[in-house]
């Protein structure tokens, strides 16, 4: 089983719509959570990051962490076709740990 | 700042032979590490140095497969003999510390390997 378990999608959603990116994870160790974006070609680039268990806010962005189920959510609202990119959940243990990536389109 | 710089963007080349690929990190920043990419396996940890010294190895996955980092503005990533599995995206990271708990990672474009 990895530690952090992340659906890779593909996930399609229309403009406008609200978007749930999620992770789970097994290892009570890790301390700090994070969302990646990752555009084609490119490499990924630091989103969101949260320490304890609740919501961080972002503009259209919400960081969801709820350490008593080992989950974390990424919350898009009003979704535009630029957020299309793989978004990766990270934790971290000493070192940051990884999801497979959620592939995310979003049609205009 | 110029950001991480990778080297090659590209690389073909045929199972058997040598790749060297290249890293210059971001300047002043003390951590850099390197992670392959694949469709299977998402991004993978292989090595990360803290002040040009290696701390973690243990994701590289065989022998095949060593790093270095000789001063502090050049890593290399080596593999030989290279195999059709090593085909992956390969992505250099910086961060100042690498070792504070939200600290991000600065990420190179990465270089697209491909063996035959």
């Known amino acids: 089983q990895k530690e952090v378990e992340q659906d890779p999608g593909p996930l399609s959603v229309p403009e406008g719509a609200i978007v749930s990116l999620n992770c789970t994870y097994s290892?009570?160790?890790?301390?700090?959570f994070m969302w990646y974006r990752q555009y084609s070609r490119k490499g990924p680039e630091l989103l969101m990051y949260t320490y304890s268990s609740g919501n961080k806010e972002d503009g259209r962005f919400t960081a969801q962490v709820d350490k008593s189920s080992k989950y974390i959510s990424l919350f898009i609202r009003d979704s535009q076709p630029s957020d299309s990119a793989t978004y990766l959940c990270?934790?971290?243990?000493?070192?940051?740990?990884f999801g497979q990536g959620t592939e995310l389109s979003v049609k205009p | 700042d110029a950001g991480v710089i990778q080297s090659p963007r590209h690389e073909v080349t045929e199972m058997g032979q040598e790749v060297t690929l290249r890293c210059k990190p971001i300047s002043g920043h003390n951590s850099l590490f390197w992670y392959r990419q694949t469709m299977m396996r998402g991004l993978e940890l292989l090595i990360y140095f803290n002040n040009n010294v290696p701390i973690d190895d243990s994701g590289m996955p065989e022998d095949r497969f060593s790093a270095k980092m000789p001063n502090a503005s050049f890593s290399t990533l080596k593999i030989q003999p290279s195999e059709p599995r090593d085909s992956a995206v390969y992505f250099c990271?910086?961060?100042?510390?690498?070792?504070?708990?939200?600290?991000?990672?600065?990420f190179g474009s990465g270089t697209q390997l491909s063996v035959l």
């Open positions: 990271a910086s961060s100042p510390t690498g070792l504070q708990g939200s600290e991000k990672l600065f």
């Open positions: 290892n009570s160790a890790f301390q700090y």
């Open positions: 990270a934790m971290r243990r000493g070192k940051l740990i």
